[in-house]
């Protein structure tokens, strides 16, 4: 009963380092996205990939690149990690468009940049 | 293009009193809308979704929410607000149309706390 898992929970990053979030869901879905919560802020859309093979920008891409190689993995990675990178990183993964299909989402992935 | 407000960043209700989480959207097309909730330190699950059937929505835990298009709202309820309840909740909208369904648009948040 996976869902969608994300790793690692938590991680403290250098500034200028680079690191991978990965992502992986079990539930077949074509859907697949990246979001970023900040406090107060709601969650702000990174990156999504509506298939293998296909990731498009959503509103805050700046910074993070995506990868669609798999149905089931999309890894997130932030390449030269800067402070304002600081955040909660959330996957999820929808077994289409969200038009009305419910949106699964993974335990988040806690990100400290110092 | 979409929008949500959510009206109140933090609401403070009685164990066993009324729960009301106002929500506010701003769409372009018929929409379709979410509420999540949020627990400490875990992800987002999904608490109801308006998908432009019935305009009252049950969801899990007791909690209802009623689509009102005049009024573009979607506001959250629960008759008796329990501990558990205790979270933060998100409204969502997304866009029922082809070309943009894949966006989900969140408000800010609301954090609930259930005093006893």
């Known amino acids: 009963n996976a869902g969608v898992t994300q790793t690692p929970k938590f991680r403290i990053l250098k500034i200028g380092q680079s690191m991978t979030l990965q992502c992986t869901q079990d539930?077949?879905?074509?859907?697949m996205y990246w979001y970023r919560q900040d406090p107060g802020m709601g969650l702000k859309l990174i990156y999504y990939?509506?298939?293998?093979?296909?990731?498009d920008k959503g509103e805050v891409p700046n910074g993070y690149n995506v990868s669609r190689s798999t149905t089931e993995d999309f890894p997130l990675r932030l390449e030269l990690a800067a402070p304002s990178q600081t955040s909660v990183y959330f996957c999820?993964?929808?077994?289409?468009?969200?038009?009305?299909?419910?949106?699964?989402f993974g335990e988040g992935s806690w990100l400290t940049v110092v | 293009a979409q929008s949500v407000t959510q009206l109140g960043s933090h609401v403070s209700v009685s164990e066993g009193a009324l729960v009301l989480l106002r929500c506010n959207y701003s769409?372009?097309?018929?929409?379709?809308l979410f509420w999540y909730v949020q627990y400490p330190n875990q992800g987002l699950q999904l608490l109801l979704k308006?998908?432009?059937?019935?305009?009252l929505v049950k969801g899990i835990n007791g909690f209802e929410a009623e689509f009102k298009k005049s009024e573009t709202s979607f506001h959250l309820t629960k008759p008796s607000a329990h501990m558990s309840d205790a979270a933060e909740y998100f409204c969502?909208?997304?866009?029922?149309?082809?070309?943009?369904?894949?966006?989900?648009?969140f408000g800010k948040g609301t954090l609930l706390t259930v005093n006893p």
């Open positions: 999820a993964s929808s077994r289409q468009g969200l038009s009305g299909n419910t949106i699964y």
């Open positions: 539930m077949n879905h074509n859907y």
């Open positions: 990939s509506v298939g293998a093979g296909i990731t």
């Open positions: 769409s372009s097309v018929p929409p379709y």
């Open positions: 308006y998908t432009s059937a019935a305009t």
């Open positions: 969502a909208v997304s866009l029922n149309s082809g070309g943009s369904n894949y966006k989900l648009t």
